[in-house]
């Protein structure tokens, strides 16, 4: 009867551990899947980037500047700023407005617990180089003043203009006497010649007693 007894306890004893090790694994195999299931979700969820773009010489913001990634972009409100959502991984972040030179940052979200990311912008305003011409004989017209915008500036002793945060389709018009005026949109180069053409004078020189033209007539002229 002893000996029965044994047999069935120690039945039992197998048949409970059995049993345990069965919900372990499953337990275990479980939380393998819910562990998987989060890293997964971590691995493809999107963070949030937040900053503020200044123009880097008067600290301004910079209403309407934009920022993008991998064809991704958005623009900066009128306190210059912005707010976006970027994935998990390493990219190339850049910053532009119009009249300023571009800037770009590597940016790494790899980071799986840190939910957003804070990174500011300071554009240096764009630099545009022109050389006001003489047309025909291709010198330089120093100390000319020409017309940018709603400003005047004058040529150095080159003949050269050196111009700060010039945003595209500004106006630029030379007006000189004794040339024609030019007037075009500023297009985004950072360096360009303005040729003005000199005004062509047609004289005929006639005789003074017959009121006929003189053939082969010289003409001499100088500078005002």
């Known amino acids: 009867m ?5 047999l069935s ?3 039992f004893v197998c048949y409970n551990g059995d049993v345990m090790f069965k919900r372990l694994l ?3 195999i479980l939380l393998a899947v819910v562990l998987v299931g989060v890293f997964a979700l ?8 937040i900053g503020i773009v ?4 008067t600290h301004l913001p910079i209403p309407g500047a934009v920022i993008e990634f991998a064809g991704n972009r958005v623009s900066a409100n009128e306190q210059g700023r912005y707010t976006m959502a970027i994935p998990r991984n390493k990219i190339t972040l850049g910053a532009s407005a119009d009249g300023y030179e571009a800037l770009q940052t590597e940016l790494n979200g790899n980071d799986l617990f840190q939910r957003s990311f804070a990174i500011d912008f300071a554009l240096p305003p764009n630099s545009v180089r022109a050389i006001v011409r003489d047309a025909d004989t291709h010198k330089p017209l120093p100390h000319i003043a020409v017309k940018v915008g709603e400003r005047s500036v004058t040529t150095n002793s080159q003949g050269a203009l ?3 945060g010039i945003r595209h389709n500004t106006a630029i018009a030379v007006d000189l006497p004794g040339y024609q005026t030019i ?4 297009d985004g180069r950072a360096e360009f010649d303005l040729p003005i053409v000199p005004n062509l004078v047609n004289v005929t020189i006639l005789d003074r007693y017959t009121n006929q033209p003189v053939a082969n007539a010289q003409i001499a002229g100088a500078d005002a």
């Open 42 to 49: 971590l691995l493809t969820e999107t963070r949030e980037l």
């Open 9 to 11: 306890v120690e039945r």
């Open 54 to 57: 200044r123009d880097a010489e």
């Open 26 to 28: 499953l337990v275990l």
């Open 183 to 186: 007037a075009f949109s500023f």
């Open 2 to 6: 002893t000996q029965r007894c044994g």
């Open 162 to 164: 050196d111009l700060r």
